[in-house]
């Protein structure tokens, strides 16, 4: 069972194809690689995985603060968004949550490890998938301890903006808005909420780098929050040093790798609108206007469905999201994310043949 | 306060030293460095960070199993010994504990974080250290649920045996070994407890390899135990990916490295035996035996203390541990590791002329 996108090694076993021949549409990640500037800084600098990382993670805030333009005081940096989600949770500990969904599985096993009742707040069909934030507010009562949002929202690319995240902030206990998506918004300013950490006591912002920066492999992500009662106990109960010396290398320099992220923003916008236009032309296949890097698709005709379009597609070694396993959506339902311009004229193709 | 070895971004600021410049006898971290052969595997693969790795980290479990002489299945990754330490105690959740004292802190923190009732066995100072086998069973009753024990045993560089080991796991409910130091001892077959796992159901043991690999900076340790309900336990709650993908790319060629590995026990015993017989000839200092990397010093008279020594020394840029921050050990105890044959030369000659 695929749980994640990007279980490259479970799809390699289970179709006997190496990892570096699939064309990897479900992981959601940046299709630039890494750039010169990060290889060389690796290269040049191997040795410091031969020292502890710095326990406070000192010039590796700074550099986030910078790209963020928050307080370094209110960071807290981690082994991939995933310890922020749990170090969150578990210090949060709350005993009710509603989480707007279908969204990333992450959230819910937490929650459930942490003996949380769960409550999901289901993203309509009818609706596009678009949040009804006024709905979701007359949804939080005095015993709903936490929201849980990803904002732009996996799988369905939707995503509210600041001035209806204010309108949850000053109804609920607790907010976390996993922002992993946030910076392949064209309209990041609107939608992310790093902004309005100073003014809100009850908001926890989580940042990964595995999408934007397309470094899964080295586990970095980072939390902002302003509650201090929340910071000094992760803080309290976190491990030192869960960012290895090669992640807080790279995190020092990436941050402000101006050429890279702009080329990224390029290209996943270009590309966006030009799968779009092609989307919008085939017959059968609806499609949800996304805010991020990927974007989900629904089957209209009986030809096919999600489980069979992937199993066809993976024949030719092309690994796209059946998105069955979300709650509230079905075997209709597929999301593949942006990746080069030739990967991505390759797959509109094989969607006009096999759904046309 | 310097709660740890090796915590280079304190010193530096607080000494005004650059970290480069410091000779650092206080982390018990392997002096030679990195392999050619790890230098090149990382260089020729840096594009592993753009994957995530293996959830299941199978290659790496394999690498492990052949070095340890284990089944793989009785393995466990984490990030650091550290997660190890954090995920075997939250997962078993003791009520009552025993920690072998003095030792490494991180086993009073992560206990004291899970509300365990902490009871310190000390080793004497008279016993020369010995832990005392019988003395220990005997404080061992049925609201005792852990035995935390560090063999070779940080700071005192002593070990007991396996048949020592036995006599304990016949009375307890669980024993935590942390074999973080084994490596380094030349009596490693009768000290280290891999071989026992599959006998005693209650025995965890914990392997780093940020010392004996000298790689702090990967994050990478393993668990090895056959108790099917905690090592479930562990693998439901741990987040997945801890380890990244270049210490899961390190990990799988490092533990098959036989030259380093060899070159590694050749120089930490023969310049031991060096350092032993230098030690001998200062007057008014104590040092005792030990089965690892680093040694134990007592100072006798009251020319200096523990932290004038580390004063004294600091302003050389030699950098050692002050042990006084131990439980049960007081301003007369000072802790170095074995460097290279130019650099122990060095501060014995230091040690010759402060203390004699």
Redesign the interface.
Known sequence: MLN?G????IIQKKYNIS?EKIIDFS?N?NPL??SNKI?NT??NN???????????Y?SLKNSISTYCNCNKNNIIVG??S??II?LFIKNLSPKNAIIVSPSYSEYERELK?NNCNIHFFDLKEEDDFLLNVDKLISCINDNIDLIVLCNPNNPTGTAINNNQIKLILNKCKFLMIDETYAEFSSDIENICATSLVNDYDNLFVIRGT?KFF??????LGYGICKNKNILDKIN??K????V????NL?GISMFDDKEYIQNTKNLILNQKQFIFEELSKIKNLKFYKSSSNFILCKILNNKTTSSKLFEDLIKENILIRDAKSFPFLDDTFFRFCILSEKNNRLLIQKFKNILS
């Open positions: 994640h990007g279980d490259l090694d990892r992981g990640i690689g890494i290889e690796i290269k191997i040795n410091v995985i031969t020292t502890y990382p710095d326990k406070d000192i082994n991939g995933t310890e749990s490890n595995s397309g470094v899964p492999g080295i586990r309290k109960y491990d030192p040093w869960s290895n010396s090669i992640a790279i």
